[in-house]
């Protein structure tokens, strides 16, 4: 068996007229957390449910561990996967739900109760699954994925409708699972949720491929080399560095945005004219700027329905 | 940030086979909601209180006594009967020269032809070779036995007819000229005493006329009376009177279809012999059936089986259930045969329970209501008919389930699945009591509702011309065939749902 | 008035819905032509020897098409419930019995359209093969209440049950186990019973032209059966429905 991984190759698929999967390619490496970010629409849970076997696409493949997940004997021991937490039958019992779930790979009880127990689920589980909030339906999903204690993971918006502190709790337990060596993908429409817990992001729009690149180089590259600096001499400053060759932006009446410059540059300049200067400091991009960037001209129902797809 | 890391494995390790642990999760599924098993030993319920109401009517035989044949059979032994002992060994002869109606029509099973018969009392032990308008030349024996010889026909032309006895061996003989004779068949008749009747004879049974309309079917039979004219009538053996007498065996016609008719037999002046008589020499399958009447419940049972079945798959469909079990199990084939194998082995087994105890109860009342020995057996839960009808009533209740499991994961909608099936089961059956009979007939040998030919309790003679009213409980097909048809229908749904389930995405 | 549009709109764009109408027609035009041509060939060789009631016959197909109306009256309420939209429909809405007013308003019209194109039909198929004598204004005009009722029954069941499957099984039985068990069961008293007091065999008298003095159940009467049985239902499902939480 190699390793695990979850690799998609070239993936198509479409419903009726609208393509909602077109040629994505992408690689989940084991020990990361992977983001898989695009917005309402793009095409994520169709992925996911390709990789899982249940949509069959009409072009190309999605392996785990090099095999199609239809071929894999015990699948719940490879790949765990949440996909929708509301698939459950309201009068069947949270630790039913499991039990049935751990008996089609003959897995013993105790492991039900062990993995309950890992998503405080122990006493909530002795109820029917009717009576469940969101929140308890999500860790139950949750559970369901664990169960087989899989070295795949697959939760398409597991942070969905999760409290503070149940999001906190995910976010650890994603970081472990991970650390543990484990491939975790993760979906989500909103890239703050990933903040923090993704080393990867693949971004996709209208099902294609946006970006699929580690956090630190999408943060660096969104951030770009632009210096904030904020100066009560701003006409001053603004002349001296664009004759030295920056391109300088008026933010507001104090501050001025460098682009062109290395920091360490603008200082020494800065200082040899005896501009005053309050704050230098260089400019750090959110996850959200980042992906608002890359998205930009992608998104489905945006306002330029025919704009280019940035590919990177 | 890409650091070596020793790709993770499983610390669980899978314990027993594949599809046994398939099993055991669909089964888990099953019990573990708790509306499912209500609705479960609702069904029990049901049917067995329906049986009690279903067989809660009481009897109306109608017309007298009901005959015994010698195993037991109710049978019809009417016939004009012209007659001499016989002592020993010996044969009769005769040539059949005519057989037409007394009023016009002719049965298709009127009789003419001789008989050897144990005495004149009803329901004795016979053998008797015959001619029929429609069926041929016929060996029967006891009521229930039927052997066909040439296919002549004695109305049109006349056949020569032989029997012959020697110890308990009958044989059965037919000839065109008199001269080359066929045997017909050789049969053996325990307890003949030594001397018994034997003569010609002629009977038909009775015509019957049927109205159907919805709200009601009108059943009159009108007595029929038939004429057959014998030549060359010759007995070898010793018989202890030199003549012949003629005798109506069980008496004139039954008060209430046409009072005090009696046969006669005339013999003309060149020895032929002309026989006019009514009656006819056949089980009788009139009465009623006590085994498909402990069944009525099922009818209702039917009803929830079809409702497990389907939301045994449709309700996962509706949650997107459904795609948490192929992720656990992308053998979607297999799941579905899994989940054949459950809901059949539970729809079985609470069926079997609810007709193995609604049947004992229904006998019960219903003995208590008129129908007893000898003319309605005494079943017993392990009689073969009654066990048949047991587990077969079970085995439907479970096809249906399988059924509307199949139309289940086909439709995917439980209001589609749930009326489709149930229509398709409960619906023929409706218009089969109310449509001509040959298109009942048709619906009930071509619909799933074939299957409740598996409750038929009588046997129903090829050699017996009748309406096979469903309402009565009579199904066109022969118990197991009917069943059959419906394992037909579970099978080809299973396969399209296969099919089907391979194929679309979920 | 605007919520009846509503309701309309809603109706209109249930998947099912055309489906389920033209199922309705299809149904009951086929299995009427079936009824009617399986007598021609045998009991009614010539129009005078017909002894059948031919009108009635030719609308045998209502025990096929009720079925479908029944199934289209549950999934007009049990589709809320199941999805959850009930919530929507009540902040929308939220006077309930004015809302349940509406929906019945809505399927019965949509019913009844599709019950006159199917009743008109199949009286026409069964004109071409055999002569109908008799008015058939009171058996069309009834066949199409029939159905209209049927959906109705279906509606109010799904109100109080608020589980189509279970409406479903409750409909059906009514509709299909009962006047079976009328036919089978061999005690006349309970013969009689059901057969008077069950809301399908009752309600079909309307479609009688001939012996309707050996009716169990006057037309008009039985037709009310039925009509009692649909609208009493809907008022306890109002009552139910606006206690309720959704």
């Known amino acids: ?312 | 940030m890409t650091t070596t890391l020793t790709p993770y494995r499983s610390r669980l390790h899978p314990a027993r086979a594949g599809f046994a642990r398939l099993l055991r999760a669909e089964w888990a599924k099953f019990w573990t909601v708790r509306a499912w098993l209500l609705v479960l030993a609702v069904a029990a319920a049901v049917t067995v209180v329906i049986s009690q109401l279903g067989a809660s009517g009481s009897i109306d035989t109608g017309a007298g006594e009901l005959i015994a044949g010698p195993d037991g059979t109710v049978v019809r032994d009417a016939f004009r009967f012209t007659h001499r002992p016989l002592t020993g060994d010996g044969s009769i002869t005769v040539r059949v020269t005519g057989l037409k109606g007394v009023r016009g029509g002719l049965e298709s099973w009127a009789k003419a032809g001789i008989i050897v018969k144990k005495d004149l009392r009803p329901g004795s032990p016979y053998a008797a070779v015959l001619g029929t308008p429609d069926h041929g030349v016929r060996m029967q024996w006891n009521f229930t036995q039927d052997t066909a010889g040439s296919t002549a026909d004695v109305a049109s032309a006349p056949r020569w007819l032989r029997l012959t006895r020697k110890g308990d061996l009958l044989t059965g003989y037919e000839s065109a000229d008199g001269r080359t004779w066929t045997k017909i068949k050789e049969v053996r008749l325990d307890g003949l005493p030594r001397t018994v009747e034997v003569g010609p004879f002629v009977a038909t049974p009775d015509h019957q006329k049927l109205h159907r309309s919805f709200g009601g079917t009108s059943e009159t039979s009108g007595g029929g009376e038939v004429t057959g004219t014998f030549g060359h009538l010759s007995l070898r053996g010793t018989s202890a009177a030199a003549r012949w007498t003629s005798t109506d065996v069980s008496g004139p016609i039954p008060a209430g279809v046409r009072e005090g008719a009696t046969g006669r037999t005339a013999v003309s002046a060149s020895g032929s012999y002309t026989l006019t008589g009514h009656g006819d020499i056949a089980p009788d399958e009139t009465v009623g059936d006590t085994v498909q009447m402990s069944f009525q419940g099922v009818f209702v049972g039917v009803l929830f089986m079809v409702a497990l079945g389907a939301l045994f798959v449709t309700s996962e469909y509706k949650r997107g259930l459904i795609r948490t079990t192929f992720t656990a199990t992308p053998g979607r084939v297999r799941v579905l045969a899994a989940k054949t194998l459950v809901i059949a082995t539970v729809t079985f087994v609470v069926g079997l329970i609810a007709t193995a105890v609604a049947f004992p109860l229904a006998q019960s009342r219903l003995r208590a209501n008129g129908y007893k020995p000898p003319a309605f057996p005494d079943y017993s839960l392990l009689d073969a008919t009654a066990l048949r009808a047991v587990v077969g009533s079970a085995v439907l209740l479970s096809l249906v389930a399988v059924l509307a499991l199949a139309v289940g994961a086909l439709v995917r909608s439980s209001a589609g699945t749930i009326a489709t099936v149930l229509v398709l089961v409960i619906l023929p059956q409706i218009l089969a009591f109310a449509l001509p009979l040959p298109t009942a007939h048709w619906l009930l040998r071509l619909t799933p509702a074939a299957a409740y030919a598996i409750q038929q309790g009588l046997t129903y003679y090829p050699q017996v011309e009748h309406n096979c009213l469903p309402e009565s409980g009579c199904y066109p097909m022969a118990p197991w065939n009917g069943l059959l048809v419906l394992v037909a229908y579970a099978a080809v749904a299973l396969l399209l749902a296969g099919w089907r389930l391979r194929r679309r995405d979920v | 008035m605007r919520s009846l549009h509503a309701e309309l709109t809603k109706l209109r764009t249930l998947p099912s819905i055309w489906w389920l109408l033209a199922a309705t027609v299809v149904l009951m035009v086929a299995l009427g032509a079936a009824a009617v041509d399986s007598v021609t060939s045998q009991a009614c060789l010539s129009p005078a020897d017909c002894h059948e009631d031919t009108v009635k016959l030719s609308l045998t197909g209502v025990w096929l098409g009720q079925a479908a109306c029944l199934v289209l009256g549950v999934l007009s309420m049990g589709a809320e419930y199941s999805t959850g939209m009930i919530r929507t429909t009540l902040t929308a809405v939220p006077i309930r019995r004015r809302l349940l007013v509406s929906k019945a308003t809505a399927l019965s019209l949509l019913t009844g359209a599709a019950g006159v194109v199917a009743v008109l039909a199949s009286l026409w198929t069964a004109r071409l093969i055999l002569p109908l004598h008799g008015s058939t204004l009171r058996p069309a005009t009834g066949t199409v209440l029939c159905l209209i009722l049927v959906a109705l029954l279906g509606l109010s069941l799904a109100t109080l049950l608020r589980d189509t499957a279970a409406a479903i099984i409750c409909g059906l039985g009514l509709l299909y186990i009962v006047p079976l068990l009328a036919d089978i069961l061999h005690s006349p008293t309970w013969q009689h019973r059901l057969e008077r007091w069950a809301p399908m065999p009752a309600a079909l008298s309307i479609q009688a032209t001939r012996n309707l003095d050996h009716l169990p159940i006057a037309p008009w009467p039985g037709l009310g059966v039925l009509a009692a049985y649909a609208l009493g239902l809907l008022v306890a499902g109002s009552v139910l429905f606006g206690r309720r939480d959704a």
């Open chain 1, 1 to 312: 068996m190699s390793d695990a991984t979850i690799e998609v190759r070239d993936l198509r698929k479409r419903f009726g007229r609208t393509v909602a999967v077109d040629g994505l390619s992408f690689t989940v490496q084991p020990g990361t957390v992977t983001g898989f970010v695009g917005p309402n629409g793009a095409g994520k849970s169709t992925t996911m449910r390709a990789i899982l076997g249940l949509d069959a696409p009409d072009q190309g493949t999605a392996l785990i561990g090099g095999r199609p997940y239809r071929d894999l004997r015990t699948p719940l021991l490879e790949v765990g996967a949440l996909l929708d937490a509301a698939a459950l039958h309201p009068s069947r019992r949270g630790r039913d739900h499991l039990r049935w779930l751990a008996h089609s790979h003959g897995l013993p009880t105790h492991r039900v109760d062990e993995v309950l127990e890992q998503v405080g689920m122990d006493k909530a589980a002795r109820r029917r699954a009717g009576g469940y909030s969101l929140g308890m339906r999500q860790r139950l999903g949750i559970a369901a994925a664990l169960l087989g204690d899989p070295p795949v993971l697959l939760l398409d918006e597991p942070v969905n409708g999760l409290d503070p502190e149940g999001i906190q709790w995910i976010r650890t337990l994603l970081r472990r699972l991970a650390a543990e060596g484990r491939a975790v993908l993760v979906s989500s429409h909103l890239m703050s949720e990933l903040e923090d817990t993704a080393d990867h992001l693949v971004v996709i729009g209208r099902g294609r491929l946006i970006a699929d690149r580690a956090v630190a180089d999408l943060l660096a590259a969104a951030s770009g080399d632009r210096v904030r600096l904020r100066t009560a001499a701003r006409t001053e400053a603004l002349e001296l560095l664009a004759r030295e060759g920056g391109t300088v932006t008026v933010t507001d009446r104090e501050t001025l945005t460098v682009t062109g410059l290395p920091v360490e540059r603008i200082v020494e300049l800065l200082s040899e004219a005896r501009v005053p200067v309050t704050e230098v400091g260089a400019h750090r991009a959110t996850l959200e700027e980042a992906y608002m960037e890359l998205t930009r001209e992608a998104v489905e129902f945006g306002s330029s329905p025919d704009g280019e797809e940035v590919t990177p």
